[in-house]
């Protein structure tokens, strides 16, 4: 049994009513000028975003059109000079079959309905690497503090997870750190944006990783934590620090936007299990059954809030574990014991059970669960016939979301809660350093918030839904093309407005958007 979200693709979304325009037209007659800026040298740092990465892969026609390489276009009217990027392989696909990366998602005719599927990756690691000086040194998977960690592209720790292949393809040496190698081109201008996966691995992991606020040292960090703002912070000081006091360049910093608004976290809903699918509604009887012994435990502890029932007439949320709810696991096993359920089936229902809930309003349920909510975890029936249960009983306690609850599966209203706290902080930080600095700042949380209502270009309508919104690629967290043409003319304008240069912005529409099969 899956449940699988899949879109109404319909033709007239296209047709624009409604909405705000909220890009400028070009007009043609204004003479191109650099303002106050120098762009003969343009430097972009950060991470997937900015290298332009989209479904899920970093393949080369993604790069041809991320914001930097289409920022740069518009600069070479203003002296801005070449701009080099480290290409990924002409066959387009993207993905390393030596490091299971798969290539990128294509969407196709899936049960008769379209549905992104991973293509089979281009080549392996070591056949992409570059050698040179790149102006767009966008990593993808880069978290704040990664950019000044030498070694962070060393291709011999790839393989343990020391450092990062993205980066490891191009870098100028195994030591090197991300900004060495942006300060040895002496930069006269730049765009930074940073800061998104110190946020969104937590979130998009539903929460599985540790709040690290108060802890300035990342090289304790877990690779979903979510990180201490400070911290960021301070790696974003010292940055602009080398680039701005030392170097003296200008440039344009973007604000990070709330993670837990993108499409991976909105398409499925808080509660996904409806009856009309036939397979689920034929085990809402047996479901209920199955959890009337333990809801008459949660009564007699007190907290028939964590009462599990599936409604044979409306939608239910998926079982899961909330980390942020007191651990009834001892409690829950005595008072199974006490009603006669063997101590080790006692003691094993408690440890299943004793976070466990149900999703509601609120909660946030990945994209990636779309295709695994109703599943039997094959893994999982493993482990559970490894600890005596027959197999029969290890399948029944391994439906993924059903029976077989997960920290994973869902990021909790309380998750949900922290990861905001942590973009609003660090926006907050990055507002001062662009004052500090006096740099042009971009407000992409703002423009990502807008863009959930919907906004107009030139005709057409785009929003944040996955696939129909016209915007995000198939992952569902990056962008695809026309999206990264938004990002550029909202650079332009913050650079434009900041420095008094007249760089145009670029026609969206013409940009490549979701290939329908």
Not at 55 to 61: F, K
Not at 199 to 215: D, E, H, R, T, Y
Not at 348 to 366: C, M, N, T, V, W
Request: proline share 6%; charged share 10%; hydrophobic share 40%.
């Amino acid at each position: 049994m899956k449940f699988i979200y899949k879109s109404v693709f319909v033709a007239s979304m296209l047709i624009a009513f409604g909405c705000n325009d909220d890009f400028e037209t070009t007009v043609d007659e204004i003479q191109i000028t650099s303002g106050d800026a120098n762009f003969s040298k343009y430097v972009a740092i950060g991470n997937s975003l900015t290298s332009g990465y989209a479904d899920n892969a970093l393949y080369r026609s993604g790069q041809e059109n991320s914001f930097p390489a289409i920022i740069a276009g518009q600069m070479s009217a203003a002296g801005g000079g070449e701009f080099l990027q480290p290409l990924m392989p002409e066959d387009d696909m993207g993905g390393f079959s030596d490091l299971g990366l798969p290539g990128k998602l294509t969407l196709q005719i899936v049960n008769g309905a379209p549905t992104p599927v991973p293509s089979a990756p281009g080549g392996t690691f070591q056949s992409t690497f570059v050698q040179g000086q790149f102006n767009n040194m966008g990593v993808p998977g880069a978290k704040s503090y990664h950019l000044v960690a030498p070694g962070y592209g060393n291709p011999a720790g790839v393989a343990q997870g020391l450092a990062n292949p993205y980066f490891a393809r191009f870098a100028s040496s195994p030591n090197t750190s991300v900004m060495a190698d942006v300060m040895a081109q002496q930069p006269t201008f730049f765009t930074l944006w940073i800061g998104n996966n110190d946020v969104l691995s937590f979130a998009s992991s539903g929460g599985v990783g540790v709040n690290q606020q108060g802890n300035l040292d990342p090289s304790t960090y877990g690779g979903n934590d979510l990180s201490d703002p400070q911290m960021v912070g301070g790696v974003l000081n010292s940055i602009l620090e080398n680039l701005v006091l030392t170097g003296g360049a200008k440039g344009a910093i973007a604000n990070i936007p709330d993670v837990t608004s993108i499409p991976f976290l909105t398409t499925v809903p808080a509660k996904p299990l409806a009856p009309t699918n036939a397979s689920y509604a034929a085990q809402i009887p047996m479901l209920n059954e199955f959890y009337g012994q333990l809801n008459q435990v949660f009564a007699a502890l007190g907290v028939p809030e964590r009462q599990i029932s599936f409604d044979a007439a409306g939608a239910s949320g998926i079982v899961f574990v909330d980390d942020s709810l007191p651990d009834l696991s001892a409690q829950m096993t005595a008072v199974l014991t006490q009603v006669g359920v063997p101590a080790q089936q006692a003691q094993l229902l408690g440890s299943i059970f004793g976070q466990a809930r149900q999703s509601k309003e609120g909660d946030l349920i990945p994209l990636t669960m779309s295709s695994k909510i109703g599943t039997v975890d094959t893994q999982r029936v493993s482990q559970l016939m490894q600890m005596g249960l027959s197999q029969e009983m290890a399948g029944q306690l391994s439906v993924v979301g059903l029976t077989y609850p997960a920290d994973a599966w869902v990021l909790s209203q309380d998750e949900v809660a922290q990861a905001t706290a942590t973009t609003n902080a660090i926006n907050n930080i990055i507002a001062q350093l662009a004052s500090n600095y006096q740099l042009a700042l971009v407000d992409m949380n703002r423009k990502m918030t807008t863009l959930q209502g919907g906004i107009q270009f030139n005709g057409v309508d785009y929003n944040a839904s996955f696939i129909t919104g016209g915007a995000f690629s198939l992952d569902g967290v990056h962008l695809n093309s026309r999206g990264y043409a938004m990002i550029s003319n909202y650079f332009i304008d913050a650079i434009n407005a900041k420095y008094g240069s007249t760089l145009r912005q670029v026609n969206a529409n013409n940009y490549p958007g979701i290939q329908f099969p």
